[in-house]
């Protein structure tokens, strides 16, 4: 019975593996105050962040584990590393699928109407396909999104990204900055209000 369970273990640690980050920067673990003891400061920058209350780190090409990631965005939220953006380039997919086994893939199509310049009605079809590797908790997400859809002008666009994120961290984010947002309105409105006393 020992023995079995010696030939077994291989076989239980492999199907344990499971993404909880990206390389050395781990979601939940990695902390902002900390990233020169982490992450190789040559390369990494303070970036200016997307919002009003996050932290961003970034990298145009980073090394991890043999292969070069390109426009790295490691994003904090109260000092905390929740979010680890990058380009889902065919290296990473495979380096991913190498050591996490086979991902799901999913795929989204969508007819739109577009309208040329003489006012003629044609269709197109934007697709979206998202594959999803297995993750240490089932409040982190880890997903490769590959798109073609139209724009405004019905041009084609194309989106390309890796994305490994704390969804609970993301909707939590999404309520602070709304928060943060109003708080702003309301200051503004009072400083316009005082501007307005003697009117």
Avoid at 23 to 42: E, M, N, P, Q, Y
Avoid at 154 to 179: G, H, M, P, W
Wanted: charged letters at 25%.
């Amino acid at each position: 019975m020992k023995y079995l369970l010696f030939l077994l273990l291989p076989i239980f640690s492999f199907a344990q593996e499971r993404i909880n980050g990206l390389g050395l920067f781990k979601i939940g673990r990695t902390l902002s105050s900390k990233i020169a003891s982490v992450g190789d400061t040559t390369k990494l920058y303070y970036a200016v962040p997307e919002d009003s209350v996050t932290e961003l780190w970034a990298a145009d090409h980073y090394p991890i584990a043999g292969i070069t990631v390109e426009n790295l965005k490691l994003t904090f939220f109260k000092d905390t590393l929740y979010s680890i953006e990058c380009e889902f380039s065919d290296e990473l997919k495979d380096a991913l699928t190498a050591k996490y086994g086979n991902p799901k893939i999913s795929k989204k199509a969508k007819i739109i109407t577009c309208r040329n310049g003489l006012g003629i009605t044609y269709n197109e079809t934007e697709e979206t396909f998202t594959t999803s590797f297995p993750t240490v908790s089932s409040r982190i997400t880890a997903s490769g999104i590959v798109s073609a859809y139209f724009n405004d002008k019905c041009e084609k666009q194309y989106l390309n990204f890796y994305l490994v994120a704390d969804e609970l961290i993301s909707r939590r984010v999404t309520i602070a900055n709304n928060k943060f947002d109003a708080k702003k309105d309301r200051q503004a409105q009072q400083k316009l209000k005082k501007k307005l006393d003697g009117l």
